[in-house]
């Protein structure tokens, strides 16, 4: 939204600002999918700005007692208040849009015109399209999961796996507890 250039506010501040619109309640469907959070995330920090008219104190969460108010100034906070009303109008109508074409016109508002749907969404080629992310490493970079076993103390080895498949572990007597009674060990037990 600010790659439009309609409004500036430092990153410290606009992580603040969202991060503490973030709630835990109904979590699960305010923010289950992007669109959804983004929805909820921008109309919720549309609301708090609306409480305050003026620019509020915004403090560091990092250390209590300092602000982060000589990063702009009210100028900068006014016109923040009112692109973040006028985005999260155009958030919310391309969100509740029903219809798909009309839907991505909304978004494409919001994200300019290379906004696209998905390949799957298109009925692209989806062979061509990579599902995977491809991760670059550092040459030096090691991996637990990679490394043949680690001895530790009392000359135990340890290797980690990847999944398990039937039959390659041997099947373990459960642990008793310091009563004697047999138990379950939660790492047995199939999901």
Known sequence: MSSKNTFTVPSVILTTLLGERVQAWDAENRYCDIPTTLNNVIADLDAWLDLHPSMPTIEDPSCPGTTFNHRWDEDDYSNFQEQIAYYSDK?????????????????????????????????????????????????????????????????????????????????????????????????????
């Open 91 to 191: 958030v919310t109508s391309a969100y509740e849009e029903a219809d798909k074409d009309k839907s991505l016109a909304l978004w494409q508002e919001v994200f300019g015109p290379e906004f696209r749907r998905s390949a799957r969404e298109a009925g692209g080629d989806l062979a061509k399209v990579s599902t995977r992310a491809v991760r670059r490493r550092d040459p030096g970079e090691e991996f637990i999961d990679e490394q043949p076993g680690l001895t530790l103390a009392g000359g135990y080895r340890l290797r980690i796996v990847q999944g398990r498949e039937e039959g390659r572990l041997p099947a373990r007597k459960p642990p008793s507890d310091a009563l004697g009674r047999q138990g379950t060990d939660p790492s047995l037990q199939r999901c």
